[in-house]
């Protein structure tokens, strides 16, 4: 396998596991909302709710991160694309510097 392929490979499962934490997360809150309308455990009902609202932020919270490690591994593949970095990254004088580099 090339490095590229296993970029690739590397894209695909995160790309998974991104869609499936973000499910399962959503999932739960949904049954939670449920829960609490419905309240089909009688005056219980609430604290079940509040335990699943809860523990529904585990999943989307470990969502959330991998959306960021998988926007970095996107982004690094861009610049290995290009070779280089795009116009107005940080650091460079020109268009995207909103640095002090302004004159008055």
Known sequence: MTGEDERED???SMKLRY???MS?????????FAIV??????????????????????????ARRSART???????NEESVY??????????KGVGNRGGNRKA
């Open 37 to 62: 309308i419905l309240k089909p455990f009688g005056v219980y009902s609430l604290w079940v709710a509040l335990l699943l609202f809860a523990s529904s932020m585990l999943p989307l919270e470990l």
């Open 10 to 12: 590397a894209l695909a």
């Open 24 to 32: 399962a997360g959503l999932v739960m809150l949904l049954l939670a």
């Open 83 to 92: 070779g280089r970095k795009r116009d107005g990254a940080r650091g460079e």
């Open 19 to 21: 869609r499936r934490l």
């Open 70 to 76: 998988l926007a970095l591994l996107m982004l690094r």
